[in-house]
């Protein structure tokens, strides 16, 4: 082992022991303290890498239930969970899009039509993406089933591939679809799987219906502006090689010429795509869940042979998100059912209401940390069970308005997914796509969470007023 993996080690190790030894604080278990360690040191793990960030997992997985700090069970829940394997899918279906060179014509015929830049490709996807995201409420599937394997394609086409050639377009555009994914999640009630849980919490919490219609009122024109502000913030901070594209078309007619008609493949994968657009679409009427609907895409596919089973076995994107998804997603589901997130928020409460702060300052305080303790989260849908009724309770008591508070802290569940790699479901299929190391996409993605929070508290209020919310 070389000297920087033994100080990334040392770092991790430290990290972790100092926390376990720190006496337990009152109103926690000492399993449920220890639990917490182990999931810092995990995190920390995460950003050093001393190993590979599926092997970090399995460490603490393993420490976990050798030390007993959770049972077996708990140890390996993550990994039976539907969003991973949606995941997991989600990759199969992306090679899918490689192998029969569907991606490759669509991304060509995206090119020829709207190919003059890459801020002009940034803008479709964004648009895109607004357009399917109120039908579509799983936002795994849509962000890494559908435009995940397009984005790619689009790299792919402008030879831009992991590695050395990753600035030359391949960088810009992962982040974009990433990024303009997690924006649309906050727009809608019915644009990601955990809005209409707000909803239920909402009436518990603090006696307030939300509507769809309300909903996508008070959302609607700081959700456009973030949406607009994230290819050109992109273009400043993760600025691609190739930024003006003036023989695109030509090349792209070429192409296309090249590859000549719709190989059978090709139409099968088309009728598969088609065919998960419309059951996710309709997901909420005939009540089969995104998770199943993929994996019927990838039997498919097997079926028909588009795929073959060696496929499966080589796609290590999939299994490697697997492993680290998997595991992060126990300790944090762990970490929930101990406890600790109720505890934590129970004492961030306690402190600001014995302030005495007006009723902004106060939300905006509880908001700020409601937002960045997304880094301690895996899933969008645990966050909320374990925080959006007791902040927006928190809020209210405060003095805030109640419908404004329950529309703005179902946004604000949404609002940090763009912090980390696994922020939501389809954060590791874009970060397991291998073009952004994981330094730039915590940087890029904090960046823009603080940009698109500063828009919501700005632009946000001015048309909460406009509208009658507070």
């Excluded at 809005?195 to 307030?208: D, E, F, K, Q, T």
């Excluded at 909420?284 to 496929?311: E, F, H, Q, R, Y």
């Excluded at 944090?332 to 014995?354: D, E, N, P, R, V």
């Amino acid at each position: 082992m070389d000297k920087v993996a033994l100080k990334k080690w040392a770092i991790v190790l430290a990290l972790g022991a100092i926390i376990w030894l720190i006496p337990v604080p009152a109103g926690l278990t000492p399993a449920a303290w220890h639990l917490f360690a182990v999931f810092v040191a995990t995190i920390a793990g995460f950003i050093l890498q001393p190993i590979p960030m599926g092997a970090v997992a399995f460490l603490a997985l393993t420490i976990c239930a050798f030390f007993g700090i959770l049972k077996t069970k708990d140890v390996l829940m993550g990994f039976g969970s539907g969003t991973i394997w949606l995941i997991v899918c989600a990759f199969f279906l992306s090679r899918g899009f490689i192998k029969t060179g569907l991606g490759r014509r669509i991304a060509y015929c995206i090119i020829r039509a709207i190919g003059k830049s890459s801020m002009s490709l940034g803008y479709s996807i964004c648009l895109a993406e607004l357009i399917v995201s109120p039908a579509m409420p799983s936002a795994t599937a849509r962000g890494g089933g559908v435009f995940y394997p397009i984005v790619q394609s689009l790299c792919n086409a402008f030879d831009s591939t992991p590695g050395a050639s990753a600035g030359r377009i391949g960088k810009y555009l992962m982040q974009v679809g990433f990024h303009a994914d997690a924006v649309t999640c906050t727009m809608f009630l019915t644009s990601m799987a955990g809005n209409p849980l707000c909803v239920g919490l909402a009436a518990s919490a603090a006696g307030v219906e939300l509507t769809w219609m309300e909903w996508a009122a008070a959302a609607i024109v700081p959700g456009l502006v973030c949406l607009f502000l994230v290819p050109i913030i992109l273009l400043k901070i993760a600025p691609p090689e190739l930024k003006q594209m003036p023989d695109a078309k030509s090349v792209a007619v070429a192409e296309l010429a090249k590859m000549g008609p719709m190989s059978k493949d090709e139409k099968v994968l088309a009728f598969v795509f088609v065919m998960c657009l419309i059951l996710w679409a309709t997901g909420s009427l005939t009540k089969i869940g995104a998770t199943p609907i993929a994996m019927l895409a990838v039997s498919i596919m097997l079926i028909s042979k588009v795929l073959v089973w060696k496929d499966i076995l080589s796609e290590k994107g999939a299994w490697d998100a697997m492993f680290w998804m998997g595991g992060l997603m126990s300790l944090a589901t762990a970490l929930a059912k101990s406890g600790f997130i109720k505890w934590a928020a129970a004492g961030i409460a306690s402190g600001i209401s014995a302030a005495h702060m007006s009723w902004f300052v106060s939300f905006a305080v509880i908001a700020l940390i409601y937002i960045y303790s997304h880094y301690c989260f895996a899933s969008v849908t645990a966050r909320i069970s374990a925080m959006y009724a007791a902040f927006v309770a928190v809020a209210v008591a405060c003095g805030a308005p109640a419908l404004m508070v329950a529309v703005a802290f179902g946004i604000f569940a949404n609002l940090p997914i763009s912090l980390t790699h696994y922020g939501n479901g389809a954060a590791p299929v874009y970060f397991g796509a291998g073009y952004v190391s994981q330094g730039e996409w915590w940087r890029n993605g904090f960046v823009i969470t603080t940009i698109n929070t500063i828009v919501w508290f700005t632009v946000g209020f001015a048309w909460w007023k406009v509208i009658g919310l507070f």
